[in-house]
């Protein structure tokens, strides 16, 4: 797959994830509906200024954008090839276990360090579109799940426990014990992570 075709594939992709129709796109941008379309056929020409109002439309920076491998799909990630989407440092930290953005199902390693503090839990800035499920690899985490009634669930879990998140579900996480917990976390469509707090994910 060329630089081209990765465009237009990963604008189809995103366009989706924003659940955003072509009508939607041409409207913001100002392109009409069947130039959109040829490109994410890749079948038409598009400019440096063109992926740019359309990422402004996907609330997107073109520089993010453009560092996406949307055109590498490999079904082999070794342990040394997992691109790290989050890392603070003695807090939390990403690793995603599937590459290619066109995946459907991916998975993320989530490695939570100790803390002593028993306020610092990582947290989800805000519910997933998607139902979780979330298998302890080793140490021990504390899950707490708030559901769309406002029941609140808290659970420790083990190497070998595994729990189901349901889509809405805000959810927060914490190493338990001294010793650093890493989890597997399957999932369909990419969770929302945020950056700003070191406490959040």
């Not at 002593?116 to 080793?138: C, G, M, W, Y």
């Not at 140490?139 to 426990?161: A, C, F, S, W």
């Not at 889509?167 to 990419?190: F, M, N």
């Amino acid at each position: 797959m060329n630089k081209v075709e990765m465009i237009g594939s990963g604008i189809k992709l995103l366009r989706k994830q924003k659940n955003m129709t072509l009508a939607d796109v041409a409207e913001a941008t100002g392109f009409s509906i069947s130039y959109l379309s040829k490109i994410e056929r890749n079948q038409g020409s598009i400019t440096i200024d063109a992926v740019a109002k359309i990422c402004s439309a996907f609330d997107m920076d073109i520089i993010e954008f453009l560092r996406m491998d949307f055109g590498k799909d490999k079904l082999l990630v070794r342990r040394d090839e997992r691109k790290v989407i989050l890392n603070k440092e003695g807090i939390i930290k990403y690793e995603l276990v599937t590459n290619g953005h066109l995946k459907k199902l991916k998975g993320l390693i989530v490695t939570l360090w100790p803390d002593n503090n028993s306020k610092n839990f990582a947290r989800v800035a805000q519910p997933h579109t998607t139902d979780e499920l979330a298998f302890i690899l080793e140490g021990e985490m504390i899950l707490v799940t708030l559901d769309k009634y406002g029941k609140t669930t808290q659970n420790l879990l083990r190497p070998g426990d595994s729990y189901y998140v349901y889509a809405g579900e805000k959810h927060a996480l914490k190493c338990h014990g001294d010793k650093p917990c890493r989890s597997l976390w399957s999932y369909i469509s990419p969770p929302c992570f945020s950056e700003d707090d070191p406490t959040q994910h």
